[in-house]
């Protein structure tokens, strides 16, 4: 039976899918076809109805990392693990925990580019900005400290490493280097690697289609998805710019300064987390 030893969470639109993909590709990590298992949810959904740790047992999540071979490091990335209960108490029961990658993302912009993905490509969500972050539960999961301090009183701390999300993509190389040495695996091989950006919040022309593609992704190998990505965008997202009212400038920006405190308490988990992007 073949587990993983680590796993990728964090806050939704944080770089997850991107770093999951850039992980995927060096010769020393296997990662679970699917991105997400949403194995360790704490509520049962469509993504893990058929494999889920409240109806089933290790075994069957095993079966997601069978193909792993003598990789170092064999993982998957499930972002919501960062609020989930399940996942908190059933990975620290490991007889050797994984090591955990938490991706945050400066809050109000985490919270808008949440906005557009189920408003734009998803379309789960058909209110304006001002109405979305009305709901309690997208400014609560935007407190990550909430959470993540959770995580810190009852896993290995030396196992747990966060990333932000604007310094991964302001600074991929040196970041990769830093997981790499994290899991001990050769960083070398990121010298001069395509940094493929990933999940972006585009407009998608057709909702029956991108549900399509995302039930074709896991049986289509990463090299290949790297390749057909830029193809699929073209057919199915508009160019048209997904642009900003004043009204929600004026939301963006209080929500913004509503969470500056959040910088200290994160600092108090991780005092080598440099805050200079989210200025």
């Not at 990658?101 to 993905?117: G, N, T």
């Not at 690697?193 to 407009?203: E, G, L, M």
């Not at 710019?241 to 994160?266: H, M, Y």
Request: glycine share 2%; proline share 4%; hydrophobic share 35%.
């Amino acid at each position: 039976m073949k587990l993983p030893n680590l796993i990728v969470g964090g806050a939704p639109k944080s770089g997850t899918s991107s770093l999951y993909f850039w992980l995927s590709e060096h010769p020393d990590i296997f990662a679970s076809k699917v991105k997400e298992t949403f194995f360790f949810n704490d509520k049962i959904n469509k993504f893990n109805i058929n494999c889920n740790c409240i109806e089933h047992d290790i075994h069957q999540y095993s079966k997601f990392f069978a193909g792993a071979k003598n990789e170092k490091i064999i993982f998957e990335a499930t972002a919501a693990y960062i609020y989930s209960n399940n996942a908190l108490k059933n990975l620290s029961d490991f007889d050797d925990p994984p090591k955990i990658i938490f991706l945050l993302r400066e809050p109000s912009q985490q919270i808008y580019s949440h906005y557009k993905m189920e408003n734009f490509r998803t379309k789960r969500v058909n209110e304006s900005f001002s109405k979305y972050v009305k709901r309690d539960i997208i400014i609560k999961k935007a407190n990550y400290y909430e959470f993540l301090k959770n995580w810190y009183n009852q896993f290995p701390r030396d196992k747990i490493k966060l990333i932000l999300y604007e310094d991964l993509l302001q600074n991929k190389k040196e970041v990769l280097f830093k997981i790499c040495k994290f899991l001990n695996v050769n960083e070398n091989f990121y010298d001069n690697f395509d940094f493929q950006h990933r999940n972006k919040s585009v407009k998608i022309k057709s909702k029956r289609l991108h549900n399509i593609s995302q039930k074709l992704q896991p049986h289509v190998p990463h090299s290949i998805q790297k390749l057909i990505l830029p193809i699929y965008l073209k057919v199915n997202s508009s160019s048209e710019e997904i642009s900003l009212s004043e009204t929600d400038k004026v939301i963006l920006d209080e929500i913004k300064q509503n969470f500056i405190f959040l910088r200290s308490k994160l600092s108090d988990l991780d005092s080598s987390l440099d805050f200079k992007y989210w200025e």
